[in-house]
């Protein structure tokens, strides 16, 4: 199966109201998530910061979305920035922020250019992290340059870097709020009960204190509650 990206963009008629939406996105500038999605088959991956495109491959063309994202980017251009380009080879996909490296493929006729899929930071400031691409048997992926061990295990090797992007807690983006609503509600309900959770420890700790006279923590609630609550933020 072969995704054609204006297909994917405007579906087989574009509603009248796609101008519109396109302009809106154009206007986003705080990072999204790139979102990655695997071919029928499971060979290939296509990365997309676009809700409509990711909903049109699994719908139309039968990819699966992957869980989490491949960090947060950005649609438009910033201070610092750079493109990534996205070129497509059959099922598989393939991004680039070099653009000799988009010419030459593209110029071997196996590969087509799709244009830009998004701009990350060209170098590392804080809170970012570096994206590399990697590659198996015709297959490109992207992650995060402290997964390399474990994708190296896994038959891939590194073939470049692409940029540096944000540690976003997507969770907290008013972004993610709005494309993800119900996520955001789980993970809303998720943090009250975190908060009520703490409010009982205190309350217990205290009330043990006053009856006992001592001042460590109450047996059971102090390492063992903050254990159980890292568990709970991997798990979420």
């Not at 080879?89 to 000799?100: E, M």
């Not at 899929?117 to 400031?125: D, E, K, P, S, V």
């Not at 896994?154 to 997507?170: E, M």
């Not at 943090?191 to 204190?209: A, C, K, N, Y």
């Amino acid at each position: 199966m072969v995704i054609a990206a204006a297909l994917l963009m405007a579906g087989p008629t574009a509603p009248a109201g796609n101008a519109e939406a396109t302009t809106v996105a154009a206007k986003v500038t705080d990072p999204v998530p790139m979102m990655e999605l695997l071919a029928p088959g499971g060979k290939g991956r296509l990365y997309t910061l676009s809700t409509a495109e990711a909903a049109a491959a699994v719908s139309l063309y039968g990819f699966t979305r992957q869980a989490g994202q491949v960090g947060h980017w950005r649609m438009a251009a910033f201070t610092g920035s750079q493109p990534v380009y996205r070129l497509r080879s059959g099922s598989s996909y393939l991004l680039t922020a070099s653009a000799s490296e988009r010419d030459s493929l593209a110029a071997t006729g196996r590969f087509e250019v799709e244009g830009v899929a998004g701009h990350l930071a060209q170098r590392h400031t804080a809170g970012t992290k570096r994206l590399m691409r990697f590659s198996r048997s015709g297959e490109w992926r992207v992650a995060f340059e402290d997964h390399s061990q474990e994708l190296i295990a896994a038959g891939y090797r590194v073939d470049r870097a692409l940029g540096w992007a944000p540690r976003v807690d997507s969770r907290r983006s008013h972004l993610f709020r709005h494309v993800q609503p119900e996520v955001h509600q789980r993970h809303y309900r998720h943090e009250e009960r975190l908060r009520t959770r703490r409010r009982l420890v205190g309350r217990r700790t205290r009330l043990f204190r006053r009856r006992s006279g001592r001042t460590e923590e109450h047996p059971g609630l102090g390492r063992g509650f903050l254990a159980s609550e890292a568990r709970d933020r991997v798990l979420r």
